[in-house]
Structure formats: structure tokens, C-alpha cells
């Protein structure tokens, strides 16, 4: 069938507003979609998400944008017309899986006629990396940044029309824009972004240049938005920021972290609330006096360490030492005995000495940490860091080795901590490992596996936790 679009006169018509402009585009997406469907187009989508909860609330957003497109999403790519990556690019491994992943595509491209792949995400804010896969990916059709995931139905409707390949990154920008659809992952549990971007320039980290400035939301439309998760059946919400406890910093006179942290933990019906990530400079008195007295904000606080030298931390740009987060360390224990805690720790960050990497053991030691993930320090280009002297490569694999023993070490320590204890857990799936059986999380995060079934997906239940496994229990419904 022959159909002719005056894609000039459709721009034009355009509004100029957000998100008005965007849902015309998903309109005039859809009337395409329509047409080609009746020439065989199955118009199946799919998003794969490839870095961290940011990344993972980028991917709800586009495939709410797909679905309302007109398109029905897939997990086969195989059987997919469009796919989207959301890439990260905190470390050198992650930009290497997407290539893997790209390479591994090419074929199911040449055998799928009018297929798009698609890339956004913090990969795609560095320059060098558009440019290459320009250059070596022909068949990647449509290329956009993390300041322009809202776009992606006008971006997509340009690449349908034009057939061409469609590329647009912007260093940054101050629009936050709104309601556009979402499709969430999960029924039971949502995630809402309270601020995007970071100003905190860690000396090793990419993600300032990625993500942007600091931005945060208004507190009413955080509260809106957290008032429909709750109507709309979910029982848990997660609060999303690259650094919570600065949220509103760069608003004047706005609300702190704390108090949306408590306007949202006295939603009625609100049973579970997490968040994440918090930075040890800046979290406060007033955050953890939030927490002691909500009992349905998460017992469990992921506290990054990076490093426990505080040289190094100066270093990194930190803005705490040894002393200060051991002392905040404390205070939380103090005040909320039973939640867990977990941290980040980066080895062989540049200059590293053996000494400095003993500071970093022995807050391990004393932290007694539930879990922490350890990384193997990443250069990344555009960061003060990566012009620093690097530590030697068997130097730091060997730390890495010595530091994963002693965190198994402490880990272990906590292992029985709530055996034989009846918990509330919320049920996520069916175990997909051992029939009959359920997984679900307590407040502190850690994984219980019990035997039901599926009808207990997105409910609490009362379990009692009868074996432990180190990081995960088995139980039963109490
Ligand atoms: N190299 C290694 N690890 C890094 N992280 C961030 N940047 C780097 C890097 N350049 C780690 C930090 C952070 C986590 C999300 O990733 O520990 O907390
Ligand atoms: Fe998330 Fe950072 Fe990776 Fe971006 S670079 S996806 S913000 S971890």
C-alpha cells in the first residue's frame, strides 16, 4: 500500500510545548504503526536495560512511549521491530557489553526488515562512543542521550519516515519534563525520580558528565506522583536520586530529603519505602530520625564507602574521612539496630597505597557490612582520575582478591541474624529455580524463598524464616 506523509507539514503542525508535543508524536507514531501493521508489521518492541535503577526507570519510560506508539512489547529479540538499550557507562565492562550485545544483534537485523535498534543512556553522552558506533554499527538507526529520553517518540517518528538514522545528544539541559506514559515493570512496586544529575564531581566518576547538573523535582509532583503509585496498586516505592540527601539543594527554599522522605512514608497505604543513593557527606541527623520513626522506610542503608583511607578520599573528592563515616556508621546502628547495611568500595583507585588499602579492610572489619560491591577501579576518560598515576594492574587484582575474602569474612557474620524470626515479606515472583516455591525481599532487602505460588505475587505475608543461607533465607508462611 502506497501512502504519502508531508513530514514538513506534520513538524510544523507540532506543538511546542512538552509534553503536549510528545504525545502528537506518539499519535502520529501510531497512525504509521497502524498502516504498516496491515502489511504484515507485527510492531513488537523491546527495552533492554542495561545499568542501574536510573537506567531501569529510563526503560519503564520508553516503553510506555512504545506501547502507547501502538507497539506490544516482547522479550524475544528475535521477534522484536524495535530495541532499545538504556547503557551505562560507569565502567569500562559496561560499555564492552553493550558492543557484545550490538555485534550479537546484527543478524536479526539483516533478516528483519524495517528493524530499529536503538541506543540511549549515559553511554551515549560521551561523544567518542556516538561517534564509533556511527561509524562501525550501520545499523543502528536511532542514537539519543539521557537529557532526551522523553523525545523518543518524535525522534523514532523521524527515523520511520525518513528511514534514515536519526541522532540527537544534548550536553544537558534544565527541562524536566513530566507525564509521559510509563509501563512499570512490576505492578507491586514503582520507582520515582526525585532529582536527575549530580554536582558532586567524585575525581573517578563519569556520571556528572553523563547525567548533568543537579535538578531536582518539585516536592508536590514527587508527592502526586507517589499519591498514583499508590492508587494504582503499588505497595512499595523506591525514590531515585544520583545523591538523595542533596535533594532540593538547588531549588531556594525547597524541601530537604528528609522531610519528602517523611511526606511520602505517611502516604496512606504506602507499606514499603526505599531509596537510593545516599552519600555519607551529606546524610543527616534529621534522615536517620526519618527512618527510626517510619517503620515502613526500609531497614536497610546503602552507604558508599569508595575507599576507608581518608587520604584517598580527599583524593576522590569525597568529602568525608575514615573517622566521620565510622562515626555515622555508628549512629545509625545505634538508632536503627536492625537494618542492614551495604556499600560500594572501588579498589586500586590511582595512588592506592598498601597502607591505604588496609584503611579501606579495616573499615570493612569494623563495618561489618551485610554486603558490599567491590570494583576494581575503572578509568574513565574526561575524569580528573584517569590523569592521575594508576596503581599497577596485579597490584590491584590482588587487593580485589584479598578484599572480597574479608567481605565474604564479614558477611558471614550476619548470616543467622533474623533465623528463626517471623518477617514481613513482599512477594516478587515465583522462585524460578525450585518449583512451588516464591521470592520476595523483607524491609532489609534480604532475599526469602518460601513455598507458594503465583496468586502471592504483589502481597505481604508473614513468613517465618527457617534456614539461612548466607545471603538469602528459606521460610515459611507463619
Ligand atoms: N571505577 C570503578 N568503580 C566505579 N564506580 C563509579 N565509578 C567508578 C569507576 N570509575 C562505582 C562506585 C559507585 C558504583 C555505582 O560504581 O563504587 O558507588
Ligand atoms: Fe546508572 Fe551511572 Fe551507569 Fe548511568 S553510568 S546507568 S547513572 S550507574
Not at 133 to 150: E, Q, R, S
Not at 238 to 250: A, E, K, P
Not at 396 to 410: A, G, I, N, P, T
Request: aromatic share 8%; net charge negative.
Amino acid at each position: 500500500m502506497d501512502y504519502i506523509i508531508d513530514y514538513k507539514e506534520i513538524i510544523e503542525q507540532a506543538p511546542l510545548d512538552e509534553p503536549a508535543r510528545q504525545y502528537y508524536f506518539m499519535d502520529r507514531v501510531r497512525e504509521l504503526v497502524e498502516i504498516r501493521k496491515l502489511e504484515g508489521y507485527k510492531a513488537h518492541c523491546m527495552v533492554e536495560v542495561m545499568g542501574c535503577q536510573m537506567s531501569a526507570k529510563d526503560g519503564e519510560k520508553l516503553l510506555g512511549i512504545l506501547e502507547k506508539c501502538g507497539y506490544t512489547v516482547t522479550e524475544d529479540d528475535w521477534d522484536a521491530d524495535i530495541v532499545l538499550f538504556t547503557t551505562c557507562t560507569v565502567r569500562e565492562n559496561a560499555n564492552q557489553k553493550l558492543y557484545g550485545r550490538l555485534g550479537r544483534l546484527k543478524h536479526q537485523y539483516e533478516k528483519r526488515d524495517g528493524m530499529i535498534i536503538g541506543i540511549t543512556g549515559c553511554m551515549m553522552q560521551e561523544k567518542d562512543e556516538v561517534e564509533g558506533i556511527c561509524k562501525h554499527y550501520p545499523y543502528v538507526k536511532l542514537v539519543f542521550g539521557t537529557h532526551n529520553v522523553y523525545k523518543l517518540a518524535e525522534l523514532l517518528y523521524k527515523s520511520l519516515v525518513t528511514g534514515k538514522r536519526t541522532v540527537e545528544v544534548i550536553d544537558d539541559t534544565k527541562l524536566i519534563v513530566e507525564d509521559l506514559p510509563s509501563d512499570r515493570k512490576f505492578k507491586f512496586k514503582g520507582s520515582v525520580n526525585i532529582s536527575y544529575g549530580c554536582n558532586n564531581f567524585c575525581t573517578y566518576c563519569i556520571v556528572p558528565y553523563v547525567r548533568g547538573r543537579e535538578k531536582s523535582r518539585n516536592a508536590t509532583d514527587i508527592l502526586r506522583e507517589c499519591e498514583k503509585l499508590i492508587e494504582d496498586g503499588c505497595l512499595e516505592i523506591m525514590l531515585l536520586g544520583q545523591n538523595v540527601n542533596s535533594y532540593g539543594n538547588d531549588i531556594p527554599g525547597s524541601t530537604t530529603f528528609p522531610e519528602l522522605l517523611k511526606a511520602v512514608a505517611e502516604l496512606p497505604g504506602l507499606k514499603r519505602l526505599r531509596y537510593m543513593t545516599s552519600n555519607p557527606k551529606d546524610f543527616s541527623d534529621e534522615l536517620i530520625e526519618v527512618m527510626r520513626t517510619h517503620p515502613n522506610i526500609e531497614r536497610h542503608v546503602h552507604l558508599p564507602l569508595q575507599s576507608g583511607s581518608s587520604a584517598i578520599l580527599k583524593r576522590m573528592n569525597r568529602h568525608y574521612t575514615k573517622e566521620s563515616y565510622l562515626e555515622l556508621v555508628r549512629k545509625i546502628r545505634k538508632a536503627i539496630p536492625d537494618a542492614t547495611l551495604t556499600t560500594d568500595i572501588i579498589v586500586g583507585f590511582p595512588g592506592e597505597t598498601e597502607e591505604d588499602f588496609q584503611d579501606t579492610i579495616d573499615v570493612v572489619k569494623e563495618c561489618r557490612y551485610d554486603a558490599a560491591y567491590t570494583f576494581i577501579y575503572s578509568k574513565r576518560t574526561g575524569t580528573p582520575a584517569a590523569k592521575f598515576e594508576q596503581v599497577p594492574e596485579d597490584i590491584v587484582k590482588e587487593r580485589f582478591d584479598r578484599l572480597l575474602k574479608v567481605v565474604q569474612e564479614s558477611s558471614a557474620e550476619n548470616e543467622n541474624r533474623d533465623l528463626g524470626k517471623v518477617m514481613e515479606v513482599l512477594v516478587e515472583d515465583v522462585n524460578r529455580n525450585q518449583e512451588g516455591y516464591v521470592t520476595g525481599r523483607l524491609s532489609n532487602s534480604v532475599l526469602v524463598h518460601f513455598p507458594g505460588d503465583k496468586s502471592l505475587i504483589g502481597t505481604m505475608q508473614m513468613v517465618k524464616l527457617t534456614e539461612s543461607k548466607g545471603f538469602y533465607y528459606f521460610g515459611e508462611i507463619a
